[in-house]
């Protein structure tokens, strides 16, 4: 494989998939969040009807529950802490071709193309690590889980 494939195959699609998942995350966690405090509003403003009007509890309770599930997944699925992990991951990606690219350090010597691919793959290596941690303290119900996703960011799936 030569540099352009590498490029192409490996940075590129995996550049492409960190970027699509950090979007797909921040977009989750902004959607969730924001009926959540809609949801939580309304409650407040509800519950001075409440004696009034007793469907009205009945509202806000469904309401509440609805407020402490959003916060369950919110919790449960980081959504936020996956967005900026992701994007960050992203940026190194396009951060190491880039100086590949413009023969900057550490890519200036006649070993440069292993230097990326190494460097590229340390990366990746260190992503897939926090995905294996992750999905093994999520199935051992452990209740501190770092970045989760549903497949290996390497899989590209």
Same mark, same amino acid.
């Given at each position: &494989?030569?540099?352009?494939?590498? =490029?192409?195959?490996?940075?590129? /699609?995996?550049? %492409?998939? $960190?970027?699509?998942?950090? !979007?797909?995350? *921040?977009?989750?966690?902004? *959607?969730? %969040?924001?009926?959540?405090?809609?949801? !939580?509003?309304?409650?407040? $403003? =509800?519950?001075?009807?409440?004696? #009034?009007?007793?469907?009205?509890?009945?509202?806000?309770?469904? &309401?509440?529950? #609805?407020?402490?599930?959003?916060?369950?997944?919110?919790?449960?699925?980081?959504?936020?802490?996956?967005?900026?992990?992701? %994007?960050?991951?992203?940026?190194?990606?396009?951060?190491?071709?880039?100086?590949? =690219?413009?023969?900057?350090?550490? $890519?200036?010597?006649? /070993?440069?193309?292993?230097?990326?691919?190494? %460097?590229?793959?340390?990366?990746?290596?260190?992503?897939?690590?926090?995905?294996?941690?992750?999905?093994?303290?999520? +199935? +051992?119900?452990?209740?501190?889980?770092?970045?989760?996703?549903?497949? +290996?960011?390497?899989?590209?799936?």
């Amino acid at each position: &494989m030569n540099a352009e494939e590498y =490029l192409k195959e490996r940075v590129e /699609d995996q550049i %492409r998939w $960190f970027n699509d998942k950090s !979007g797909w995350s *921040q977009r989750w966690f902004k *959607q969730l %969040r924001a009926v959540e405090i809609v949801l !939580g509003c309304a409650i407040a $403003f =509800l519950v001075g009807y409440a004696d #009034a009007y007793p469907t009205v509890k009945v509202a806000a309770g469904v &309401m509440g529950v #609805a407020v402490a599930a959003i916060g369950g997944l919110l919790s449960l699925y980081r959504f936020q802490e996956n967005s900026v992990e992701y %994007r960050v991951t992203a940026e190194s990606l396009k951060r190491e071709k880039f100086l590949f =690219l413009t023969q900057a350090p550490p $890519f200036n010597g006649e /070993d440069r193309f292993q230097v990326l691919v190494v %460097r590229i793959e340390n990366i990746l290596g260190a992503e897939n690590a926090k995905w294996g941690e992750a999905t093994a303290l999520k +199935s +051992s119900g452990s209740p501190r889980s770092p970045s989760v996703s549903t497949q +290996s960011p390497s899989s590209n799936a």
